[in-house]
Antibody, heavy 119, light 107 residues
C-alpha cells in the first residue's frame, strides 16, 4: 500500500531554512511513472501548490516561491525533499507532500507537518 | 495564473439532501478539474479527477460534471460522514491552483 511519511522540523526561526522530507513506500519515485509535489495550507492563503519534482529529477515551482524553494529526489532512499530559504511568518502553514495520480490530481498525501516560523 | 472560484463558501444541509458545489475557472481548462474533501486535521482526499472521474473507493453518491470554465460537484444524498470542506483544483497549467473551499455543515 502506498504511503507517504513526512519528517522535518516543525519550528523554524525567521530567515532560516525550512527542510522537510517525504519518504515513499509502495512506489518508486523515479521509475513508478508518477510525479510528486509539495503543497501547503494556511488559514490566510488556503491550499497553495508549491512545486513538482518529476521522476527525471526535473522540477517546476510556483512563481511566488521560485527564488527561495528547492525540491529534490533521493533515489537511493526513495524520498523527496523540500527546502524553503529565508522563511518569514508568512510561511507558517501545514505542509503536505503528495503523489500526482494523473494530470495534476493528487491521490495520496502525507500526514502533514505543521511548520511554525517564530523566534 | 488561473483563478478558480468556488461557490457557495459554505452551506447547511441535512442528511439525505442533494448538495451541489460550483467551481468556475478564469479561463478554459478543458476538463482539468479535480475535487477534494477535507476533514478537520486531515489531508485532503481526492474524490473526482478530470472533471467527472470517480476516484477508486469513493462512494457513487459523489459525481462531477462540467468542462471549460464551469464545473459542479454533486452529492446525491448527504451522509453524516460527508460534512466536511470541499475544494476544487485546476491542473490545466502550473502553477496549480485551488478554490477557496466550501464548508458543508449540518443544518
Amino acid at each position: 500500500q502506498l504511503q507517504l511519511q513526512q519528517s522535518g522540523s516543525g519550528l523554524v526561526k525567521p530567515s532560516q531554512t525550512l527542510s522537510l522530507t517525504c519518504a515513499v513506500s509502495g512506489d518508486s519515485i523515479s521509475s513508478g511513472g508518477h510525479s510528486w509535489s509539495w503543497i501547503r495550507q494556511s488559514p490566510g492563503k488556503g491550499l497553495e501548490w508549491i512545486a513538482y519534482v518529476y521522476p527525471s529529477g526535473s522540477t517546476d515551482y510556483t512563481p511566488s516561491l521560485r527564488s527561495r524553494v528547492t525540491v529534490s529526489l533521493d533515489r537511493a532512499k526513495n524520498h523527496f525533499s523540500l527546502e524553503l530559504d529565508s522563511v518569514t511568518a508568512a510561511d507558517t502553514a501545514v505542509y503536505y507532500c503528495a503523489r500526482d495520480l494523473t494530470s495534476g490530481a493528487f491521490d495520496v498525501w502525507g500526514q502533514g507537518t505543521v511548520v511554525t516560523v517564530s523566534s | 495564473d488561473i483563478q478558480v472560484t468556488q461557490s457557495p463558501s459554505s452551506l447547511s444541509a441535512s442528511v439525505g439532501d442533494r448538495v451541489t458545489i460550483t467551481c468556475r475557472a478564469s479561463q478554459d481548462i478543458r476538463n482539468y478539474l479535480n475535487w477534494y474533501q477535507q476533514r478537520p486535521g486531515r489531508a485532503p482526499k481526492l474524490l473526482i479527477f478530470a472533471a467527472f472521474n470517480l476516484q477508486s473507493g469513493v462512494p457513487s453518491r459523489f459525481s462531477g460534471s462540467g468542462s471549460e470554465t464551469e464545473f459542479t460537484l454533486a452529492i446525491s444524498s448527504l451522509q453524516p460522514e460527508d460534512f466536511a470542506t470541499y475544494y476544487c483544483q485546476q491542473s490545466y497549467s502550473t502553477p496549480l491552483t485551488f478554490g477557496g473551499g466550501t464548508i458543508v455543515d449540518i443544518k
